[in-house]
């Protein structure tokens, strides 16, 4: 049963740390600031941590870094300001920070039995095979996800992305894009040119907010000359990650331009951003999601990954989502399962969770900003997590279909099942004991929707 609170929102002091001690308002709210004092190394973390936390968390983190990241590390100021948000950090309360847990993964959060799924890959959602120029992924009939960035302001610990952004790790070499950033961007904006059934352009990344504002607008911009072009949404986790890049004035009236076009135009562009936690939800975040809908976008809207021990409770649910639309207007939209990526499986859900977690909050929010839970089901798309076709509970193997067919489908696909497996971990004893001796052989079992 949720009880709920209306809360107030609070800027959490960043002058608890001892680094930032000194840190005005002013330098707080500097985009150049942030980004210039981005903690990218262990070393810079103690900077601004001082004595408060232990070289055994230090020793941990570097553990995971040298050993297991996929991705690298990059925090903002803004981030690792809502980690134990009210107290001095101390190594319990960074340990056990739902914004850390999945920032800043620490060797000790993996699991040591089955640290990746055996069916685990780098692109999981296989979208580079469904590119139709680099870059671009044409999925579904009628809209396409472009990648015109492969760096963010921040690196998820659990980014589906990872083969794709950011640097690359000991453990994982990065993708790299072969075309000019210009050449991409003018091959993406040619196949929708030639495209007409495309009507819905996601524009990501990466984060849109690292590419320099003026080649953001002039893609925008020459994307709402096609007509067929009636929906973008555009991928910012910086809007919780760096608010401040949202509020500088040359971008928010480059957003202005671009909502007066589309508005012309009937065009609807969005924001979509990515919270996973309430504390996350800031004053400052609040400000920027309402400057971008002042600006003229449609809507912001949020798109979290459930995870465990970050919100796999409809406490941290419900809170998130009210948080998100009563004090900062963003409008709860998905919650996604963690895709099967290598290094996961510790945050990773079994199907039936999301089940039960969709059921437990229905009812609070309003309808429109009750957010889904969905799978991202490799080759077969988002799935509402109840739309499962049929559910294996001891092998943790849940079997889907999909109605429509994409570029990249064949005729008989609409008669395909497709699959998502659920962590090892969470099984009965048989489907662990199944799984180990299907390990054991020298091919694991073929998933039918591979090809
Ligand atoms: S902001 Fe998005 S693309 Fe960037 S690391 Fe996080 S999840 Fe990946």
Aim: proline share 8%; net charge neutral.
């Amino acid at each position: 049963m949720y009880t709920y609170r209306q809360q107030e929102l609070v800027e959490p002091d960043w002058r608890r740390f001892p680094g930032w001690k000194d840190v005005t308002v002013q330098q707080w709210r500097d985009v150049q600031w942030q980004r210039a004092h981005c903690v990218k190394t262990v070393r810079q973390l103690r900077a601004v941590t001082g004595d408060l936390v232990g070289d055994a968390f230090f020793a941990d983190l570097v553990r995971d870094q040298t050993t297991s990241a996929t991705m690298s590390m990059l925090l903002t100021p803004q981030l690792i300001n809502t980690m134990a948000p009210h107290t001095p950090p101390d190594d319990e309360s960074l340990r056990a920070d739902p914004v850390r847990r999945y920032m800043m993964p620490i060797a000790s959060d993996r699991r040591t039995d089955w640290p990746s799924h055996p069916y685990a890959s780098r692109d999981s959602l296989h979208e580079a095979e469904m590119w139709v120029t680099e870059g671009l992924t044409h999925r579904y009939p009628t809209k396409v996800l472009a990648e015109v960035v492969p760096t963010c302001p921040q690196y998820c610990g659990h980014c589906t992305r990872m083969d794709l952004v950011g640097p690359s790790t000991p453990g994982v070499d990065k993708y790299r894009f072969a075309l000019r950033p210009a050449d991409r961007l003018a091959r993406i904006l040619d196949y929708l040119r030639a495209t007409p059934t495309v009507r819905d352009v996601v524009v990501s990344g990466g984060d849109v907010a690292n590419l320099p504002w003026p080649h953001l607008e002039d893609f925008l911009t020459r994307l709402l000359t096609i007509e067929s072009v009636r929906d973008i949404r555009l991928a910012s986790k910086a809007l919780v990650g760096l608010p401040q890049h949202w509020l500088v004035p040359s971008t928010v009236a480059g957003i202005e331009r671009i909502a007066a076009i589309a508005a012309k135009r009937g065009v609807s562009v969005a924001m979509h951003t990515h919270a996973n936690a309430a504390s996350q939800v800031t004053p400052l975040v609040a400000e920027a999601s309402r400057t971008m809908l002042a600006a003229g976008l449609r809507d912001v809207r949020n798109q979290g990954v459930l995870l465990a021990g970050v919100n796999d409770t409809p406490q941290a649910l419900l809170d998130l989502c009210f948080a998100l639309l009563n004090e900062a207007s963003v409008t709860p939209y998905y919650f996604y399962l963690c895709d099967v990526i290598p290094q996961a499986e510790h945050w990773r859900l079994p199907l039936h969770r999301a089940q039960s977690l969709q059921d437990a909050i229905m009812g609070y929010l309003p309808g429109f900003a009750t957010p889904r839970l969905v799978c991202d089901v490799p080759y077969a798309g988002k799935r509402w997590v109840h739309q499962v076709v049929s559910y294996d509970r001891v092998r943790g193997i849940s079997t889907w279909a999909k109605e429509f067919r994409g570029p990249f489908d064949e005729a008989d696909d609409a008669e395909r099942r497709y699959e998502y497996v659920d962590p090892i971990h969470t099984l009965p004893a048989e489907g662990r004991l199944w799984w180990t001796e299907q390990t054991n052989q020298p091919q694991p079992p073929a998933l039918t929707g591979a090809r």
